[in-house]
């Protein structure tokens, strides 16, 4: 089983400011990897697939990166709305697993 | 509108038995993989089941293998998890998701509001 281990567990910034998320992979996945979005009280939604791919309707300021076992997740001007939980999920191999998560708090 | 609504979750004792529902619709059903994916409360996300178009390919998670079996009815539009041996740690909202498009949306594009399923004596 692929484990993949997200930092920092939380970020505290300010609006305006930049987010890098982590997403570590325990081997290698190539480029397959996802990563989405939790508010309170909601279903994730997808952000980017495939590392670098934004899904249809998510802002450009939302950019991911990376390939094998590091992946990073970019907000690049944080707006009010993207205070929530991240969390990368790998789509290399069965069983499917998802990192832990970072969470995104204002500062 | 395409949605996915979950239905089926409540309480059972440990040991116990419960079969999830999920309706699908505004898209079409039947060429669409399906996943249900479980959250414990407070906790991240777990995969637990894919099953492929057709049914005709399955995987579970570890954790339930053994106990859950996935299903769908695609002339009904519905996705189905058959739970049974329950254990505390099962507790958690069960969402039901589609995969997106293969070569086009490769993640889970679509989540139902999830359905909440308590393991307690």
């Known amino acids: 089983e692929i484990v993949l281990t997200q930092s920092p567990a939380t970020l505290s910034l300010s609006p305006g400011e930049r987010a890098t998320l982590s997403c570590r992979a325990s081997q290698s996945v190539s480029t397959l990897l996802v990563w989405y979005q939790q508010k309170p009280g909601q279903a994730p939604r997808l952000l980017i697939y495939d590392a670098s791919n934004r899904a249809p309707g998510i802002p450009a300021r939302f950019s991911g990166s990376g390939s094998g076992t590091d992946f990073t997740l970019t907000i690049s001007s944080l707006e009010p709305e993207d205070f929530a939980v991240y969390y990368c999920?790998?789509?290399?191999?069965?069983?499917?697993?998802f990192g832990g998560g970072t969470k995104v708090e204002i500062e | 509108e395409v949605q996915l609504v979950e239905s089926g979750g409540g309480l059972v004792q440990p040991g116990g038995s419960l079969r999830l529902s999920c309706a699908a619709s505004g898209f079409t059903f039947s060429t669409y993989e399906m996943n249900w994916v479980r959250q414990a409360p407070g906790k991240g996300l777990e995969w637990v089941s894919y099953?492929?178009?057709?049914?005709?390919?399955?995987h579970y998670a570890d954790s339930v293998k053994g106990r859950f079996t996935i299903s769908r009815d695609n002339a009904q539009n519905s996705l189905f998890l058959q739970m049974s041996s329950l254990r505390a740690d099962d507790m958690a909202v069960y969402y039901c998701v589609r995969r997106g498009p293969r070569s086009v949306v490769e993640g889970f594009d679509i989540w139902g509001q999830g359905t909440m399923v308590t393991v307690s004596s």
């Open positions: 999920q790998h789509r290399y191999d069965w069983p499917l697993t």
């Open positions: 099953i492929s178009t057709s049914g005709a390919t399955i």
